[in-house]
């Protein structure tokens, strides 16, 4: 490579180099905040302000659904498997709501372990199959837990 | 070898000859106008009608089949960009500034597919048509960063300024390609994570489709900029003989 065109192309790459370090530093400074929500635990931890529109994140706990008779009103709890926080909502849900599934909702917290929620959005995962996959898959996992507690309690019973 | 190091090199000057790429894109074009319609054809009719639908999202995943493979494009568009502008800079080769020029409206028209199938697709499945999340935020900066491209560029009366300034955006907007690959990863987002180049994230009978549609943008993507390039050269080249001698035939 001829020497000029050698010390532009160094030109360039370093410049990049430097370029992506400013970059690479303004982004790990921003950190959190470019986040979309906050995790349970950090909302139970105390980094979410309270009676401010925030948004949170987490799977819907399974069994903690509950909903009103007469009306839309409905109560759940989200967890990201550390702190679990309790949502209140009175709208319609989205259609992709489900125990066990992401959300992510916006609202304002009354406590540091409620959230009031304006707007529920379903956040659905990186996972794509066809029905009948989905069925066997939880069929066998079901079959698979109850394999192993049937061997818990022959292992239970032999001692 | 001397001998050898020539002959490696040689597809790269004679990608550098408009004349050469001219002539030979011509030959080129009809047999890849022919594979890309059969693959596209294939692609929509396996993806958009023989492929099963999702256990949760119904037939809304469709949206997957246009929305992934538009994105793939718009993120791989810029960066062959970047690099375009990096030989331009550097070897001062005209042909990689034409081409340059010639993706730029291209991955934008993909990056707009991208959110519109985006949105699209988040109205039914997330509740909401747009959030401004790490990911959706990105892709809109790089739909910016193309128009702004299109938009220094021919602020520019001298061609070779223009290309000169263009290709230093073009360069710098780079970094934001990593970001938007990134984004799901080091942010938590209303967007999924990666699912195409995770294992077992998607079913065999739908990566296989999502394959063959990312296969078919990228031939589509590359007729699109040809045919850009051959109108950039003509537009560049108009003064020289042999042009005008391939014209008039």
């Known amino acids: ?159 | 070898m001397a001998n050898s190091s020539m002959s490696s090199w040689r597809w790269f000057h004679q990608l550098g000859s408009p004349k050469w790429f001219y002539q030979k894109s011509a030959k080129w074009l009809p047999w890849l106008w022919a594979i890309t319609t059969m693959l596209l054809a294939f692609g929509l009719y396996y993806s958009l009608y023989a492929s099963p639908v999702d256990y949760q999202q119904g037939n809304s995943v469709r949206i997957m089949y246009i929305h992934v493979p538009a994105a793939a494009l718009s993120m791989v568009g810029y960066l062959s960009m970047a690099v375009c502008a990096v030989i331009g800079l550097v070897w001062k080769m005209k042909m990689s500034f034409m081409a340059m020029r010639a993706i730029a409206p291209i991955g934008a028209l993909f990056t707009l597919i991208t959110l519109f199938t985006g949105s699209l697709w988040g109205l039914p499945t997330w509740g909401t048509w747009w959030e401004w999340d790490a990911r959706m935020t990105s892709e809109l900066v790089l739909l910016f960063l193309y128009l702004g491209f299109i938009a220094l560029h021919s602020s520019f009366s001298d061609r070779n300024k223009a290309d000169r300034s263009a290709a230093i955006l073009a360069i710098v907007g780079a970094i934001n390609v990593p970001i938007i690959y990134g984004s799901v990863k080091w942010w938590n987002t209303l967007h999924q994570a990666y699912s195409v180049t995770k294992k077992g994230a998607i079913a065999p009978e739908m990566q296989t489709p999502l394959f063959i549609m990312i296969g078919a943008f990228y031939l589509l993507f590359a007729i699109m900029v040809i045919v850009r390039l051959r109108l950039e050269i003509i537009n560049r080249e108009a003064k020289s003989k042999w042009l005008q001698a391939e014209i008039t035939l």
């Open chain 1, 1 to 159: 490579m001829k020497a000029h065109r050698k010390k532009k192309l160094i030109t360039i790459l370093s410049s990049l180099v430097l370029l992506s370090t400013a970059v690479g530093l303004l982004l790990y400074a921003i950190g959190d905040y470019a986040d979309a929500f906050y995790e349970p635990s950090r909302v139970v931890n105390g980094d979410a302000p309270l009676n401010k529109t925030i948004r949170v994140g987490g799977l819907v706990t399974t069994g903690s659904v509950k909903r009103a008779k007469d009306s839309l009103y409905v109560e759940f709890d989200i967890t990201d498997n550390q702190e679990v926080i309790t949502i209140t909502f009175d709208k319609s849900l989205p259609d992709l709501f489900r125990e066990g599934q992401g959300i992510m909702a916006e609202g304002k917290l009354v406590d540091s372990k409620t959230l009031k929620a304006t707007k529920v959005l379903a956040k659905h995962d990186e996972k794509y199959m066809p029905p009948e996959i989905a069925e066997t898959l939880k069929k066998s996992h079901k079959d698979g837990v109850k394999k192993m507690e049937q061997q818990g309690e022959k292992q239970k019973g032999s001692y």
